[in-house]
């Protein structure tokens, strides 16, 4: 079977399954993360507590953890909940938002990194690269630029990290370090409305709760949210806000014939 056909299959699978998925992220989207695993067929469920994300993570299918509005205390709490979930078996998906910004991002990144089994990190290309020593500028939570190719940050950050890893831009790059694919999905749309990488995240995490393995979930999941991100364009006539309210539908709206039409990706 063809990776197209697997990314349609496993959206089948989760509208089946509607996997449950916690999510430890930030404030500035947290409802349209949550209304994004939603859309695509999962569950949601933000919980950041101590006291409880053990807990929580003992019936969740996937794990999110997204350091966009970090505290010390969330870096604990994603410490608890990522080991929980490695004991369980169930992947983990890192979005290490600015990091490369400041002293404590990329700190509690690699703090992550390190304590907690990683499935997937999902990043752009100044943070992917920062964490994967390479010289890079980021400004806030925005890439500006890397001393690399988004290639050769991935394949030497998958090495270093032993993870799979997904950079997002005009073209998403994603390597486990053997593996390579390059996805065409999306529309420029998607930068002009804040959170769209932390949506990106829900719907890699979505495909990994019924996709063991790590590379095609997250290529699956970015071929879908770039999809969507093409669906909504072509009903919000260049409206931010429209594209915004049309970027859910679009997610609802996704099937497997859809995916089938619109994915475009390489592997190598």
């Known amino acids: 079977m063809d990776i197209v056909k697997t990314i349609a299959n496993d959206l089948k699978l989760i509208r089946e399954k509607r996997p449950l998925v916690h999510s430890i992220t930030n404030y500035v989207v947290m409802n349209e993360t949550a209304n994004a695993t939603l859309c695509i067929g999962a569950l949601p469920i933000m919980a950041h507590a101590c006291e409880e994300v053990e807990e929580m993570v003992g019936i969740a299918s996937a794990l999110v953890l997204n350091i966009g509005t970090l505290e010390p205390a969330w870096i604990d709490a994603m410490e608890l909940a990522g080991q929980k979930a490695n004991e369980r078996g169930i992947p983990v998906i890192l979005d290490p938002v600015g990091a490369g910004a400041?002293?404590?991002?990329?700190?509690?990144?690699?703090?992550?990194?390190?304590?907690?089994?990683?499935?997937?990190?999902?990043?752009?290309?100044?943070?992917?690269?920062?964490?994967?020593?390479?010289?890079?500028?980021?400004?806030?939570?925005?890439?500006?630029?890397?001393?690399?190719?988004?290639?050769?940050?991935?394949?030497?950050?998958?090495?270093?990290?032993?993870?799979?890893?997904?950079?997002?831009?005009?073209?998403?790059?994603?390597?486990?370090?053997?593996?390579?694919?390059?996805?065409?999905?999306?529309?420029?749309m998607l930068s002009r409305v804040v959170g769209t990488g932390c949506m990106s995240n829900v719907v890699v995490a979505a495909f990994a709760a019924v996709q063991p393995d790590a590379f095609t979930a997250a290529v699956g999941g970015l071929v879908a949210f770039g999809a969507a991100g093409e669906l909504a364009a072509q009903q919000s006539g260049n409206r931010p806000g429209t594209f915004a309210m049309e970027l859910m539908n679009g997610l609802y709206a996704l099937d497997s014939a859809a995916i089938e039409a619109l994915a475009k990706v390489t592997v190598v």
């Open 102 to 188: 400041t002293k404590l991002r990329t700190e509690s990144s690699k703090r992550l990194l390190e304590s907690v089994k990683i499935s997937i990190v999902r990043g752009n290309a100044g943070e992917v690269a920062t964490l994967a020593g390479i010289a890079a500028e980021v400004r806030g939570v925005e890439s500006i630029g890397a001393s690399a190719t988004p290639d050769e940050i991935a394949r030497q950050f998958a090495s270093t990290y032993g993870c799979t890893v997904a950079i997002t831009g005009p073209i998403d790059t994603v390597s486990d370090g053997k593996r390579n694919a390059a996805i065409g999905n999306g529309d420029v």
